[in-house]
């Protein structure tokens, strides 16, 4: 048997089997350790220099086996690095290691530790994934809501806007919003594709023209109705074309000017007749002319001319309407041939030949392509509506009849393509009326209006 070692201080280390000390020997207060033979537990022993009083029991930490307050005992369990041990009110008990990325933090009970996800509550999001836990952060649940930063940036919801609207600044420059319009927007050298117009431009039924579509740097438009003589100072209404329409007057009698008349019945309003002149070759009409804002025409630019007109008579007369080259003041020339060496694209009737509605085409030649228009009523004296549009992107021309039912084109309207003989796409035209008196009378005819539009 093997005495205990002194390892100073008055600590004495030994087993079960060794011989302590005696009390009186020792310094009252000297400690020794005892460890079972096998040094799974040791039991501490305090002198009184009477006797060695025994303390609590323990076992060795370093096991990780759960620690049991009634004997001071570590018992064995499962272990793992990681693992901690946690007083649980009763006793110390083993807490495994969470998995990657969990944080310790007391459970939502708030009386015991755990691993897990931090709930928003406790400065987390309560989600494993950056998508779930932007979402539960967002605070959005309708699609297409979005986040903008609110009263000093924090965080507020501004949800969808209706269809077709835009996301602009509000008038006070402090937050976005949805709106169906803009306004004070410059923009520089935009590149505008498929542009539509969609307001409502002439009321057939009244003769009457409202809404002219504005389109800055999209569609240069322009109108005249009734209410004042085509030329001179009083041009009826215009939208952004501004621009003038010169009387046309020649041949063996001119025609003595337009002048205004009332028109009567469902019809009413007023209108502007050439209603003077000789007979036999007197031509009279009025023709778009450039100005210092306008333009001539050209395909390219896609122009657009839409007409309502009433003729009070299917003889002795030729009539067009329509597209023609810029060139001279009288264009067309008089008889059967109006676009001999001209470019152009008009609705014709030439009542010497027949009394249908045709199309006249010419690319500049000496002789033009005239086509009777099957789908078009031939000619009477009841009110119709005409309309030419140039589509440059295939190349072509197009006509629409509105006939005495129907009002202007719109976006549902069916247009015919016009591609025989078709002006160049840089050929300046003119929008044109012009009428030649062949019979002993002279012309009479109604207009209600006339629209204009073409690309900037």
């Known amino acids: 048997m093997a005495a205990y070692r002194h390892l100073g201080n008055g600590i004495y280390v030994g087993i079960s089997t060794d011989t302590k000390p005696t009390a009186a020997s020792t310094a009252n207060g000297a400690i020794a350790i ?23 029991a323990f076992a060795e930490v370093q096991t990780n086996k759960t620690f049991n307050t009634t004997d001071n005992t570590l018992t064995a369990t499962s272990q793992a690095a990681g693992d901690i041990l946690v007083n649980n009110a009763t006793k110390f008990v083993r807490l495994a290691r969470g998995s990657a990325n969990q944080p310790l933090k007391v459970n939502s009970g708030g009386t015991d530790l755990d691993y897990g996800t931090l709930p928003i509550g406790g400065g987390g999001t309560g989600q494993t994934t950056a998508s779930a836990a932007f979402d539960a952060l967002s605070g959005l649940t309708v699609a297409g809501d979005i986040i903008i930063g609110g009263a000093s940036g924090a965080r507020s919801k501004l949800a969808i806007g209706t269809a077709n609207q835009l996301l602009r600044t509000n008038s006070g420059a402090t937050a976005p919003e949805w709106a169906s319009t803009l306004s004070g927007l410059t923009l520089t050298s935009p590149t505008i594709n498929g542009a539509t117009l969609a307001t409502s431009i002439i009321d057939a039924g009244q003769n009457t023209i409202s809404n002219l579509p504005q389109h800055p740097g999209l569609k240069k438009t322009g109108a005249w109705m009734a209410t004042g003589a085509p030329n001179g100072s009083n041009n009826g209404t215009w939208g952004t074309l501004n621009c003038p329409w010169t009387i046309i007057n020649s041949g063996t009698n001119t025609f003595t000017g337009v002048s205004r008349q009332a028109i009567s019945g469902i019809n009413g309003g007023s209108d502007y007749r050439i209603a003077n002149g000789g007979a036999g070759g007197s031509q009279g009409g009025f023709r778009v002319t450039a100005n210092a804002t ?40 008089a008889g059967t041939e109006p676009a001999a060496n001209l ?11 027949d009394a249908n509605w045709h199309i006249l085409q010419n690319d500049g030649s000496a002789t033009s392509d005239i086509t009777t228009i099957a789908n078009v009523a031939a000619a009477d004296t009841n009110a119709h509506v005409f309309s030419l549009r140039a589509d440059n992107a295939n190349s072509k021309f197009q006509y629409y009849y509105g006939g005495s039912t129907n009002g202007p084109p719109n976006a549902g309207s069916t247009w015919v393509d016009i591609n025989t003989k078709i002006p160049a796409a840089t050929t300046n035209l003119t929008p044109l009326f012009w009428s030649e008196n062949i019979g002993a009378t002279a012309p009479v005819f109604d207009w209600y209006w006339i629209y204009h539009e073409q690309d900037v």
């Open 34 to 56: 005892e460890w079972a033979t096998n040094y799974a537990t040791f039991t501490i022993y305090v002198n009184n220099q009477t006797t060695w009083l025994p303390q609590t």
């Open 294 to 333: 306008v333009s001539f025409a050209q395909r390219n630019y896609n122009p657009r001319l839409d007409f309502k007109l009433k003729l009070f008579q299917t003889t002795a007369e030729r009539v067009a309407m329509g597209f023609i080259s810029s060139t001279g003041t009288g264009a067309p020339t």
């Open 343 to 353: 470019s152009a694209v008009l609705w014709w009737l030439d009542t010497s030949v």
